[in-house]
């Protein structure tokens, strides 16, 4: 029985990786990872926020499927057994390695890692930047810093040589946004792919799977954050496993809430329509997105709004394949948007709006317009007094 090992990173983007383009970047252990196994082209998160992606992961269910209406802490994951009860019951020690951070937002927000699991803990593993962190003068300055670098890789190697593989192991690892001892997201890669390294020493190749729990937005639409958006950056992830099927790569849009069943069972579903959900469905600021082939369709609840991409023709979604008008800011009119944009596949593209709306409407849900408000307005305020306190020093 092979060692698994599910190697995640927190707001990675495909483009960080030469295995996707980046020419940047040199991944030696990555690249021949890849080369071994199978590239996933077109990998979507189910939820461009951690403990959602989490959730999915690990539990085969979409958001919208889940028991779960609000962004809240849960109880423990009922619905079924997770990844982790599936391969503890084929036999194998179950581990999860992560930074110490995941225990205050992730760990009580999905809860879906299984009673057997033996944790590995620690703060050595975070730099504190990013979207979550405020920005004071030391963060506003941080530069590299080679002995942080050794204190993480040294915990990181040490808590791999503390297990026991004389014994089946599944082993899930999930590195923060940024490594401690580099300063922003991307600029760890080569620590990522040192670790890799480190990983196919004492597991070898034939069980390693490596993705994030999503993307961020890295500044497209100008936007720097994530959980708020599914477009590409947000919601478009990387996934390299062990090769399946015989195939180098995949092309058709897959889910990571299909990613239990591939490890289990080591094939690839193609599926129809692939979903993402930026929150439950009980929340009045949700935005879906539903791909069907080339074609994604973005439903923005709050306003009702409807957007249509093909993505494969337009990657960047400029062109929303609704708007029949346009804005022509240079002469401060409206123009017809079949007229000004070349497209020319535009009754295939209304064919597969009018498939992807009534897939839509077969899984849409809400709670009631004044019951998503009366709760959205209720967490804001725990939200805010909770901050209120912490700025206070009040426990």
């Not at 194998?92 to 009673?115: P, Q, R, T, V």
């Not at 915990?155 to 946004?177: A, C, M, N, Q, T």
């Not at 991409?309 to 123009?335: C, G, H, T």
Request: hydrophobic share 35%; charged share 25%; proline share 4%.
């Amino acid at each position: 029985m092979k060692h698994v090992v599910l190697l995640s990173k927190d707001a990675m983007l495909p483009e960080y990786l030469p295995t996707y383009g980046n020419t940047y970047w040199k991944t030696p252990n990555i690249d021949e990872l890849a080369a071994k196994g199978t590239v996933f082209q077109q990998h979507y998160t189910a939820a461009p926020s951690t403990a959602m992606a989490f959730t999915s992961m690990f539990t085969g269910l979409y958001p919208y499927q889940l028991d779960r209406k609000d962004y809240t802490e849960v109880e423990e994951y009922n619905q079924g057994t997770t990844l982790f009860d599936e391969m503890y019951a084929r036999g194998y020690e179950c581990h999860l390695l992560w930074s110490s951070n995941y225990i205050k937002m992730a760990d009580k927000f999905s809860k879906c890692y299984g009673k057997h699991t033996i944790r590995h803990e620690s703060m050595k593993l975070n730099q504190s930047v990013g979207v979550h962190m405020p920005h004071n003068e030391e963060q506003n300055n941080l530069k590299p810093d080679d002995a942080k670098v050794k204190e993480v890789m040294d915990y990181l190697v040490g808590e791999l040589d503390s297990l026991d593989r004389s014994k089946p192991i599944f082993l899930w690892i999930h590195l923060p946004h940024v490594l401690l001892g580099r300063c922003g997201y991307g600029q760890d890669i080569d620590l990522f792919d040192r670790f890799v390294g480190e990983l196919r020493t004492r597991f070898g190749d034939e069980g390693i799977y490596i993705t994030a729990d999503h993307g961020n937005m890295n500044g497209y639409k100008g936007k720097t954050t994530y959980g708020f958006d599914v477009n590409q950056p947000a919601i478009r992830i990387p996934l390299i496993a062990p090769r399946i099927e015989g195939m180098e790569t995949v092309t058709f849009p897959t889910t990571n809430a299909r990613l239990m069943d591939m490890i289990l069972n080591e094939t690839v579903r193609k599926e129809e329509f692939i979903i993402s959900d930026t929150q439950y469905y009980a929340q009045p600021y949700r935005k879906t997105a539903i791909i069907r082939g080339k074609y994604k369709y973005i439903y923005n609840k709050f306003d009702k709004s409807e957007e249509l991409y093909d993505i494969e023709f337009d990657p960047n979604e400029n062109i929303n394949l609704l708007k029949k008008l346009l804005y022509d800011v240079d002469r401060n009119r409206n123009v017809n948007a079949q007229q000004v944009i070349f497209y020319p596949w535009m009754d295939e593209a209304m064919e597969n709006y009018r498939l992807i709306k009534t897939f839509f409407d077969s899984i849409w849900k809400t709670a009631g317009k004044w019951t998503e408000r009366k709760n959205y307005i209720v967490r804001k305020l725990k939200n805010y007094k909770a901050a209120l306190k912490r700025n206070l020093g009040i426990k």
